[in-house]
């Protein structure tokens, strides 16, 4: 099934063909006389994988950062903050939605939790890791005006971290999007039907959908950097923007 | 070359007594004496004329598919044509339009989702004998610039599958008996079922069920979602080697005829079968003899259940049943 | 439905549902062992996709990194850049190749490059600017062009980082190559879902443990190979 080289002109076509599958519903060459495409699809197709996102990072935030938060402040498991970091670099995340497929059960609910294990490791490594570099002097001086633990972290600790928090986020976002698209072979309908369901779709879908992930990504990312931005104490922005 | 040692002793014995009445009975090749039946299998012969003609075999995207298109690949292949595969092309009309582009040159159709899905005839008017069926869709075939070879002995249909536990506590027996209950029922299948007529198009249209909820999935999961308790109802195939090997599902009786069964036919392009030669069609026709009800399941089953690979199930098939030494 | 043997005919077997393949449990070590040369192949194309995206993606860091050494202007730029192609998910990727490359290998180990611009370029102009000032004032005093400086001072100092970028990289491409397979690019991911295997928990379960193996010992590859590298080093970061 190689796809033949074709001329630069054609090529646009092959594009523009994907632009109007996104904008118009059409009777597709596949789908034997139903509908597909078209804007309310792609829009429905699209909320629940942002859905899915969703669901899975609060879930992995609700575990990693008080994790991440509470080990960083007492300086202890370092080694597991960072080993978790790294091994959860090789997990194939196709993998983990085969298994889940087979072994657990398809549904948004088994998805959640095989996503939001996919999303913790960075989140963690990275709260450890900023918590850690907090300037000693302003804990100290904290810590010297009697606040208590919780204080420290949560006044003084947490807002000089969300620099280096919120690039971890950023960097699960990223990859729990990326295993939203092939979230439909578990039966949560994302996008990625477009991209995997030749069969129903055709390749105009194909593409078009290629197309609707990628920019579903793209615009999320720039949410999060806009919302690191914003959360990142005034101070810290100039320090901050050279680090990024 | 199956890894469990006992088949590797019995094909072994096999081979041995093959080989004992090989030499003592006939000693002909490519003779096409039209036999039939157990005694007249035959090898085949490498013809090195053969040996210019490039074919591409497809298949569609399910167990059953993978094992024919490959039985027919390395069939082809024993004949002396430089064969390469593209098996696991996906539904019908991708396989359809790979065929009729060029990309593959043959793969193997089921008479009923031909007559229905390209041809656009009701499933309660394809008919039940295969040779039938085959007659009817040759016509439509040529049109396309296809040849369709004659049928195979077995045939598959779709079916509604549930688990035997939830079908006797519901009393379900046909699929008119869902009538009532469908819409608190889920069902599970293939992408592409939701657009044919003899899958949910025709359940929808023809029973009229409304379901609660139709769920695609990979075919390949088709029996886990039943186990999973994730679907009441899953679309199966009537040759799932789970059927035959397990107690656990059933499937509900057609009665209204809207999944009909297809045999198997080898389509393939004009301009290919013209330039093959006469060996091709031969060979196709040789290979599938030995393709009744039982070998079929038995040969679902060691993919499905005993995990081996369709490439490998497919040689054994041909070793044992004696087209290739 | 056991039939007794006869001549040239299929055998057919008799299953009780019995063992551990026919229950699909999670993994069954005796299939496993008997079917391993199965892994083989696949194992070795994944090897290849992950060898050739690395070494084609620090290629090309390396390049834009020398590019923007003496121009930091384009460092801002470049990061947005590379940063975006490591957003776009894997799967698009191949698939907004797809008419210009069409299907296979070759357009998987483009996406999978794509994805590993960002971290390796990252860490290298990171690995260059933390090079500290004195010592290439004491360079520069010694003689060396700015030339020399950078390949014989400069670059041997960002080492550690280099590597660690590469690492990361290698790490995340060996996981993200098991998708290679919807780009009809072969390696792991056929063995998780091309076909039946779909539902095959054991097959799964190998599939995923060689590639979180072969993660690791990349990993543990590069590690050792910095260590042959920097022979004067101090404590190595992670």
Not at chain 3, 55 to 79: C, D, E, K, Y
Request: contains cysteine; hydrophobic residues 50%; charged residues 15%.
């Amino acid at each position: 099934m190689i796809a033949p080289a074709k001329p630069p002109l054609a090529l646009l076509g092959q594009f523009g063909d994907a632009f109007d599958f996104i904008f118009n519903e059409q009777i597709g060459r596949f789908s034997g006389g139903e509908p597909v495409g078209g804007p309310e699809q792609v829009l429905d197709l699209a909320a629940t994988q942002l859905e899915l996102t969703g669901l899975a990072m609060a879930l992995a935030l609700a575990v990693a950062l008080p994790i991440g938060l509470w080990l960083g402040h007492r300086g202890k498991g370092e080694l597991l903050a960072v080993a978790i970091g790294n091994s959860g670099r090789a997990l194939p995340e196709l993998a983990i939605i085969a298994f889940m497929a087979a072994a657990i059960g398809v549904g948004l609910l088994n998805l959640t939790i095989a996503l939001a294990i996919l999303a913790v490791p960075p989140i963690l490594t990275n709260t450890y890791v900023a918590v850690r570099q907090v300037d000693r002097g302003a804990v100290e001086a904290a810590q010297g005006m009697g606040m208590s633990a919780v204080g420290v972290i949560g006044r003084v600790e947490l807002p000089l971290a969300v620099p280096t928090i919120m690039s971890g986020v950023r960097t699960s976002t990223t990859n729990v999007v990326a295993t939203a698209t092939i979230a439909p072979l578990a039966g949560v309908l994302t996008l990625g039907d477009f991209i995997i369901n030749r069969n129903v779709y055709g390749d105009d879908g194909v593409l078009a959908g290629a197309i609707c992930v990628a920019i579903l990504a793209l615009a999320l990312e720039l949410l999060l950097s806009v919302v690191q931005h914003l959360l990142t104490p005034r101070g810290l922005r100039a320090v901050a923007a050279e680090a990024a | 070359m199956s890894s469990n040692p006992r088949v590797r002793a019995l094909i072994a014995a096999l081979l041995a007594l093959a080989l004992v009445f090989g030499v003592t009975a006939c000693g002909d090749d490519d003779d096409d004496d039209g036999d039939g039946g157990n005694g007249g299998a035959q090898v085949i012969e490498s013809n090195p004329d053969n040996g210019d003609i490039a074919i591409t075999v497809g298949s569609k995207n399910f167990t059953e598919q993978f094992i024919l298109g490959e039985i027919y690949a390395q069939a082809l292949d024993a004949a002396g044509y430089r064969v390469e595969k593209d098996l696991n092309l996906g539904s019908e009309q991708i396989a359809l339009e790979s065929l009729r582009n060029g990309e593959i040159d043959a793969y193997p159709e089921y008479t009923s989702t031909a007559l229905t899905s390209f041809f656009e005839a009701a499933p309660e008017d394809v008919p039940a004998d295969g040779q039938q069926a085959f007659e009817e869709s040759e016509d439509d075939f040529a049109q396309l610039d296809l040849t369709a070879f004659p049928p195979t002995e077995f045939s598959s249909a779709n079916a509604v599958g549930m688990l035997r536990s939830q079908a006797e506590q519901q009393g379900v027996e046909t699929i008119s008996d869902l009538e009532g209950e469908a819409q608190n029922l889920t069902l599970f299948g293939s992408p592409e079922c939701r657009q044919r007529i003899d899958c949910l198009l025709g359940l929808q249209q023809n029973y009229g069920l409304q379901f609660d909820k139709f769920t695609p999935v990979d075919i390949g999961l088709r029996y886990e979602v039943l186990d999973n308790g994730q679907a009441d109802l899953s679309i199966v195939f009537t040759t799932d080697a789970q059927l035959a090997t397990s107690d656990k599902y059933v499937i509900l009786e057609d009665d209204q005829q809207v999944l009909p069964a297809g045999n198997v036919l080898f389509v393939a392009r004009q301009q290919t079968v013209d330039e093959a030669g006469p060996d091709f069609g031969d060979t196709v026709e040789l290979v599938q003899e030995g393709l009744t009800l039982p070998v079929m399941q038995e040969l679902n089953a060691r993919v499905d259940i005993d995990k081996e690979t369709p490439e490998r199930v497919a040689s054994d098939y041909l070793q044992e049943a004696g087209y290739v030494e | 439905m056991a039939d007794p043997v006869p001549i040239a005919q299929v055998v057919i077997h008799q299953r009780s549902g019995e063992g551990c393949i026919q229950e699909d449990r999670v993994f069954c070590p005796g299939w496993a062992i008997d079917n391993i040369d199965r892994y083989v192949d696949p194992t070795l194309q994944h090897v290849v996709l992950v060898a050739a995206s690395v070494g084609l993606g620090f290629a090309i860091a390396f390049g834009l990194a020398l590019l923007s050494h003496r121009r930091r202007w384009l460092v801002p730029p470049l990061i947005g850049f590379t940063g975006a192609l490591y957003t776009i998910p894997s799967l698009a990727f191949f698939f907004l190749l797809l008419p210009i490359t069409g299907r296979g290998r070759d357009t998987a180990i483009i996406a999978l490059t794509a994805y590993t611009l960002q971290i390796i370029y990252r860490n290298i102009v990171a690995g260059l600017a933390n090079v500290p000032g004195d010592i290439k004032e004491a360079g520069r005093g010694m003689g060396l062009t700015e030339r020399q400086l950078l390949w014989r001072v400069e670059l041997p100092l960002a080492t550690p980082e280099i590597v660690a970028g590469l690492r990361i990289a290698t790490v995340s491409t060996v996981a993200l190559a098991t998708l290679a397979v919807f780009a009809g690019g072969g390696g792991l991911g056929s063995e998780i879902i091309a076909g039946s295997n779909i539902t095959f928990k054991t097959g799964i379960v190998i599939a995923g443990s060689i590639a979180i193996l072969m993660a690791f010992a990349f990993d543990a590859f590069l590690f050792l190979a910095q260590r042959v590298l920097t022979p004067w080093r101090r404590a190595v970061q992670a």
